[in-house]
C-alpha cells in the first residue's frame, strides 16, 4: 500500500541542497517524479504477484500557484495519472469555497471541493463530517467508507478530516458542518467494513502527530492517542496527514506511516492476508527523485558530506517511464500557458535569506505583516497566525511564484480595534493549540511564560513600551482571523461590528507583490534588514516552551 499526504498542490520538484562543500541543489518530487515511481513500483510489485493500494490522506490541491489557479483541477489530473484509489478530505480542501474567483463563484460555500470532486475517478472520504443537526452530507462522489478489491483481498477504507477543520479553515465555508469525533467514528465504521466483508481495514486520516525517536513510545498528537484508544483488531493500517512529518512506526500494534509533505516521498505498508490472518508492517518512506546523484542513485542530499562527488543526474527512471511522465509533462504545460500573471515574473531580489518558523522569530512573518500593517491605514499593529506563512524567500531574485508558495491563500485584509486586554487573550488562546506556535506579530512584542498554559506576562509596542490598558488598538489582521480562525473567535465574537471590519478585494498576497516591486532596493539586506532592530517581537522567557523547532538546515536528510 502507497500512500501520499499534505502534497498541498506541488506539481513542480521542490529543491534540497546537499551538505557537501560547496553545497549542490537536486530537485525532489514533483508531478513528473511522482508518476515514474508509482509506475516503477507497480512494475515491480506486479512482477512478484502484489497488487498496490495508492491512497492520499487529504491537503492535496491547495498551496502552489498552478493548482490554485485552477482550484485543484492539475491535481486531480496528477491523481488520475497515478491511479489513486481513494483520497482523505483534508482542511485546505475546503479553502477554494466557491467555484470561481473569489466573491464571484455563487452562494455555494464548497462549490470547488464539489466539483473536484464529482469529476475525480475515484471517492473522497469523509466519515466524520456532518451537516449541523444531521443528516446526510450529499456530496457528490464523497462517502464515508470505500471498500475495494485488490490482489484477491477486500480492503477498507475509512476516512477522517482532521476536528480542527473550523480552527484551520474559512468558517464561512465550514461553519455549517460537524467534524465528529475520531474514535466512535472509527468503531462504527470499522464494524460495518468488516460486516460487508473486509478482511483488511485501513485509516486513511488528515491527522498527524510526531515521533522523535524510532521507539514508538515517543510518538504524539492525535494519531498515536487514537490508535492507542482503540481495541486492538479495529483496524489494520493506519495512514496519517496534517503534521507535514516523516515516521513510520507500530502503536499499539497498527502500522502507522506519514510521508512528509509536498510529494518528496511515498508512504508504504507492506499487508499480507494468509488464512484470514493479517500481517502489516510500516515501511520506511520512499522517497521520490527527480535526480540523483550518479555515484549512489538516491536523491539523500542531507547524507552527503565533505567534496562534491559523482555527478548530478536525472532519475533514470523518468527514462524508463518516458510515455507517462511526458504526458504528464505536457499536461502541465498545457495549464502553464494560460496562467497569468507569470509565474517565473522577478519582482525583486532578496540580499539574504528569510527563513520562517512557527515557533520562534520569522523574518518572512515580520515581512508579512510589516506590509499588512503597512497596507491598512492607521494601523498600528499586525497579526498573522503562523501556520498562514508556508515557508521563506531564499537568496536571489523573488519570484511571483515564490510570494504565491509562501503566501498560497487567497485571505484577504482586516482590521479590528483591540485592547490590550483582549490582545493578551487571543495571543494565549492561540498559544493553547496543540501546535505550541506563537502568532507573528509587526509593531508589537510580547513575552510569555512557559507555564501550562502558557501565560503572556509582558505586552509592548515596537518601542518597547507597555501597551495602555486603557485605549484600543488599531490592528491589522486577515479575513480568516477574523472570521475567528486559531484562537480568535471567542474575543472577536464580542466585539461590536464597529470594531472590526473587512477590507473586502484587497488580497494579502496582492499587497506583498506590490510591496517588492516598490521596493527599489534588495530586500532584507544589511542596512535594511527585514527583522527590527531591538528586541523580538516573542520572547519565551524560561523556554523554549514545547521543545525546540527543528533547524531548517543545510543537509538535513529528506526523510528520515
Same mark, same amino acid.
Given at each position: 500500500?502507497?500512500?501520499?499526504?499534505?502534497?498541498?498542490?506541488?506539481? $513542480?520538484?521542490?529543491?534540497?541542497?546537499?551538505?557537501? !562543500?560547496?553545497?549542490? !541543489?537536486?530537485?525532489?518530487?514533483?508531478?513528473?517524479?511522482?508518476?515514474?515511481?508509482?509506475? /516503477?513500483?507497480?512494475?515491480?510489485?506486479?512482477?512478484?504477484?502484489?497488487?498496490?493500494?495508492?491512497?492520499?490522506?487529504?491537503?492535496?490541491? /491547495?498551496?502552489?500557484?498552478?493548482?490554485?489557479?485552477?482550484?485543484?483541477?492539475?491535481?486531480?489530473?496528477? %491523481?488520475?495519472?497515478?491511479?489513486?484509489?481513494?483520497?482523505?478530505?483534508?482542511?485546505?480542501?475546503?479553502?477554494?469555497?466557491?467555484?470561481?474567483?473569489?466573491?464571484?463563484?455563487?452562494?455555494?460555500?464548497?462549490?470547488?471541493?464539489?466539483?473536484?470532486?464529482?469529476?475525480?475517478?475515484?471517492?473522497?472520504?469523509?466519515?466524520?463530517?456532518?451537516?449541523?443537526?444531521?443528516?446526510?452530507?450529499?456530496?457528490?462522489?464523497?462517502?464515508?467508507?470505500?471498500?475495494?478489491?485488490?490482489?484477491?483481498?477486500?480492503?477498507?477504507?475509512?476516512?477522517?478530516? !482532521?476536528?480542527?477543520? =473550523?480552527?484551520?479553515?474559512?468558517?464561512?465555508?465550514?461553519?455549517?458542518?460537524?467534524?465528529? =469525533?475520531?474514535?466512535?467514528?472509527?468503531?462504527? %465504521?470499522?464494524?460495518?467494513?468488516?460486516?460487508?466483508?473486509?478482511?483488511?481495514?485501513?485509516?486513511? @486520516?488528515?491527522?498527524?502527530?510526531?515521533?522523535?525517536?524510532?521507539? =514508538?513510545?515517543?510518538?504524539?498528537?492525535?494519531?498515536?492517542?487514537?490508535?492507542?484508544?482503540?481495541?486492538?483488531?479495529?483496524?489494520?493500517?493506519?495512514?496519517?496527514?496534517?503534521?507535514?512529518? #516523516?515516521?513510520?512506526?507500530?502503536?499499539?500494534?497498527?502500522?502507522?506511516?506519514?510521508?512528509?509533505?509536498?510529494?518528496?516521498?511515498?508512504?508504504?505498508?507492506?499487508?499480507?492476508?494468509?488464512?484470514?490472518?493479517?500481517?502489516?508492517?510500516?515501511?520506511?518512506? /520512499? &522517497?521520490?527523485?527527480? $535526480?540523483?546523484?550518479?555515484?549512489?542513485? $538516491?536523491?539523500?542530499?542531507?547524507?552527503?558530506?565533505?567534496?562534491?562527488?559523482?555527478?548530478?543526474?536525472?532519475?533514470?527512471?523518468?527514462?524508463?517511464?518516458?510515455? @507517462?511522465?511526458?504526458?504528464?509533462?505536457?499536461?502541465?504545460?498545457?495549464?502553464?500557458?494560460?496562467?497569468?500573471?507569470?509565474?517565473?515574473?522577478?519582482?525583486?531580489?532578496?540580499?539574504?535569506?528569510?527563513?520562517?518558523?512557527?515557533?520562534?522569530?520569522?523574518?518572512?512573518? @515580520?515581512?508579512?505583516?510589516?506590509?499588512?500593517?503597512?497596507?491598512? =491605514?492607521?494601523?498600528?499593529?499586525?497579526?498573522?497566525?503562523?501556520?498562514?506563512?508556508?515557508?521563506?524567500?531564499?537568496?536571489?531574485? &523573488?519570484?511571483?511564484?515564490? &510570494?504565491?508558495?509562501?503566501?498560497?491563500?487567497?485571505?484577504?485584509?482586516?482590521?479590528?480595534?483591540?485592547?490590550?486586554?483582549?490582545?493578551?487573550?487571543?495571543?494565549?488562546?492561540?498559544?493553547?493549540?496543540?501546535? %505550541?506556535?506563537?502568532?507573528?506579530?509587526?509593531?508589537?512584542?510580547?513575552?510569555?511564560?512557559?507555564?501550562?498554559?502558557?501565560?503572556?506576562?509582558?505586552? !509592548?509596542?515596537?518601542?518597547?513600551?507597555?501597551?495602555?490598558?486603557?485605549?484600543?488598538?488599531?490592528?491589522?489582521?486577515?479575513?480568516?482571523?477574523? @472570521?475567528?480562525?486559531?484562537?480568535?473567535?471567542?474575543?472577536?465574537?464580542?466585539?461590536?461590528?464597529?470594531?472590526?471590519?473587512?477590507?473586502?478585494?484587497?488580497?494579502?498576497?496582492?499587497?506583498?507583490?506590490?510591496?517588492?516591486?516598490?521596493?527599489?532596493?534588495?530586500?532584507?539586506?544589511?542596512?535594511?534588514?527585514?527583522?527590527?532592530?531591538?528586541?523580538?517581537?516573542? &520572547?519565551?522567557?524560561?523556554?523554549? #516552551?514545547?521543545?525546540?523547532?527543528?533547524?531548517?538546515?543545510?543537509?538535513?536528510?529528506? #526523510?528520515?
Amino acid at each position: 500500500m502507497l500512500s501520499l499526504n499534505d502534497l498541498h498542490g506541488q506539481l $513542480d520538484p521542490v529543491l534540497v541542497q546537499s551538505g557537501e !562543500t560547496p553545497p549542490r !541543489t537536486l530537485r525532489v518530487g514533483g508531478a513528473e517524479a511522482l508518476v515514474a515511481q508509482v509506475a /516503477q513500483i507497480r512494475r515491480e510489485e506486479a512482477a512478484r504477484g502484489r497488487a498496490v493500494i495508492l491512497l492520499d490522506a487529504g491537503d492535496f490541491m /491547495q498551496g502552489s500557484v498552478l493548482s490554485n489557479h485552477f482550484e485543484g483541477v492539475p491535481v486531480r489530473d496528477l %491523481h488520475v495519472r497515478l491511479g489513486v484509489d481513494g483520497a482523505a478530505v483534508g482542511n485546505h480542501e475546503f479553502d477554494f469555497g466557491p467555484v470561481g474567483p473569489k466573491g464571484t463563484g455563487g452562494p455555494d460555500p464548497r462549490g470547488a471541493l464539489k466539483a473536484w470532486a464529482k469529476a475525480a475517478p475515484f471517492p473522497l472520504l469523509a466519515a466524520n463530517i456532518a451537516p449541523k443537526g444531521g443528516g446526510e452530507l450529499g456530496w457528490p462522489n464523497t462517502r464515508p467508507t470505500l471498500l475495494i478489491e485488490r490482489g484477491g483481498v477486500k480492503v477498507g477504507v475509512i476516512g477522517l478530516a !482532521t476536528t480542527e477543520t =473550523p480552527a484551520t479553515s474559512h468558517l464561512e465555508n465550514v461553519g455549517d458542518l460537524e467534524f465528529a =469525533p475520531y474514535e466512535p467514528v472509527v468503531k462504527k %465504521h470499522a464494524r460495518a467494513l468488516r460486516a460487508e466483508g473486509a478482511e483488511v481495514v485501513v485509516l486513511l @486520516a488528515h491527522e498527524g502527530g510526531s515521533c522523535r525517536t524510532r521507539d =514508538p513510545a515517543s510518538c504524539s498528537g492525535p494519531m498515536p492517542r487514537l490508535l492507542r484508544a482503540l481495541p486492538r483488531g479495529t483496524v489494520d493500517a493506519a495512514i496519517a496527514a496534517h503534521s507535514h512529518g #516523516c515516521f513510520w512506526h507500530e502503536v499499539n500494534g497498527v502500522p502507522l506511516v506519514q510521508a512528509c509533505s509536498k510529494g518528496v516521498a511515498l508512504g508504504r505498508i507492506a499487508i499480507r492476508v494468509r488464512g484470514g490472518r493479517v500481517r502489516a508492517e510500516a515501511l520506511s518512506p /520512499q &522517497v521520490v527523485c527527480h $535526480d540523483v546523484f550518479g555515484d549512489t542513485g $538516491d536523491c539523500e542530499a542531507g547524507l552527503r558530506h565533505g567534496p562534491a562527488r559523482g555527478e548530478v543526474l536525472e532519475s533514470p527512471l523518468l527514462r524508463a517511464h518516458a510515455p @507517462a511522465v511526458s504526458a504528464m509533462r505536457s499536461i502541465l504545460d498545457g495549464y502553464r500557458r494560460r496562467l497569468s500573471p507569470r509565474p517565473d515574473e522577478v519582482l525583486a531580489r532578496a540580499a539574504r535569506p528569510l527563513h520562517h518558523g512557527r515557533k520562534g522569530v520569522s523574518a518572512m512573518g @515580520a515581512f508579512v505583516t510589516a506590509v499588512m500593517r503597512a497596507a491598512v =491605514p492607521g494601523a498600528e499593529m499586525a497579526l498573522m497566525n503562523a501556520g498562514g506563512v508556508r515557508g521563506g524567500f531564499a537568496a536571489g531574485p &523573488v519570484t511571483y511564484a515564490d &510570494v504565491h508558495r509562501v503566501f498560497p491563500f487567497d485571505n484577504q485584509l482586516a482590521v479590528v480595534e483591540l485592547t490590550a486586554a483582549e490582545l493578551r487573550e487571543i495571543l494565549e488562546a492561540y498559544m493553547a493549540r496543540e501546535s %505550541h506556535g506563537h502568532l507573528i506579530a509587526s509593531g508589537m512584542a510580547y513575552k510569555v511564560r512557559c507555564t501550562d498554559p502558557m501565560k503572556v506576562v509582558a505586552l !509592548t509596542d515596537s518601542r518597547g513600551r507597555p501597551l495602555s490598558e486603557r485605549r484600543r488598538y488599531r490592528v491589522a489582521i486577515s479575513d480568516f482571523l477574523l @472570521a475567528g480562525g486559531v484562537g480568535f473567535g471567542e474575543v472577536l465574537a464580542r466585539l461590536p461590528a464597529s470594531r472590526k471590519r473587512l477590507i473586502a478585494g484587497r488580497l494579502i498576497r496582492d499587497e506583498l507583490v506590490k510591496s517588492l516591486k516598490r521596493l527599489g532596493r534588495p530586500l532584507n539586506s544589511r542596512a535594511h534588514p527585514v527583522l527590527p532592530k531591538g528586541p523580538p517581537p516573542v &520572547v519565551e522567557l524560561d523556554g523554549p #516552551c514545547g521543545g525546540a523547532e527543528p533547524k531548517a538546515a543545510r543537509g538535513r536528510p529528506i #526523510c528520515r
